[in-house]
């Protein structure tokens, strides 16, 4: 597992300072099950606040960690996992799908990025985001694509993260509630620094 230490972004007083926990990106290996009951609650937070990533609400906690199952089975090269933490406390996840094929290893899939309810706001999907770029960008990947709900919350975040939008597919998924949406498709190109 590796850890990424992220710099705190606001000024602290020296007496809040011994009570802030250190926040991390961590990118997790199939043999972080330890993780599995945290990513569920945050599976199903996200899903019962409306996101749109695959489920109908109401998702059981059984549910949830079936799906988390099948993902850390399938972590590897191709597909990778992060998330991110302040102390043990999970705040967040993305994944990364690299494609295998030969005509396609310049680009990579940013999936399911969930930030939990109670830690929105506060720059954890930047942070969550610029590491998977980082970690793209390390590993040969120059593009990276995603798709988004139309007209939601997650199409900002990706317009601020300096992500451009290519187009939509109208009624493309159902979000938690089952009313299906169009999906916004974004890409973004990836440099290294000079």
């Given at each position: 597992?590796?850890?990424?230490a992220?710099?705190q972004?606001?000024a ?6 011994r009570?802030?926990?250190?926040t ?26 409306g996101?749109?990533l ?38 967040g ?5 690299l ?37 793209a960008l390390?590993q040969?990947?120059?593009?990276l694509?995603?798709?988004a ?25 159902a979000c ?19």
């Amino acid at each position: 597992m590796l850890h990424f230490a992220s710099p705190q972004q606001t000024a602290v007083s020296p007496e809040s300072r011994r009570t802030l926990q250190p926040t991390q990106i961590l990118k997790l290996t199939g043999s972080d099950s330890h993780w599995l009951p945290a990513l569920a609650e945050l599976l199903v937070d996200n899903v019962h606040q409306g996101a749109c990533l695959g489920f109908l609400a109401p998702l059981s906690r059984f549910a949830a960690l079936d799906y988390w199952h099948q993902v850390l089975a399938r972590l590897g090269p191709h597909q990778q996992l992060w998330i991110a933490c302040e102390g043990e406390r999970l705040q967040g996840s993305v994944q990364l799908s690299l494609c295998p094929r030969a005509n396609a290893h310049h680009r990579g899939e940013v999936q399911q990025l969930m930030v939990h309810s109670r830690a929105r706001g506060m720059g954890w999907a930047g942070r969550l985001m610029a590491r998977v770029e980082c970690a793209a960008l390390a590993q040969g990947r120059t593009l990276l694509v995603l798709d988004a709900p139309a007209g939601t919350q997650a199409e900002a975040v990706y317009l601020h993260l300096g992500w451009q939008r290519a187009g939509e597919i109208p009624g493309h998924s159902a979000c938690a509630d089952g009313e299906l949406l169009a999906a916004a498709l974004y890409f973004k190109r990836l440099q290294h620094p000079n």
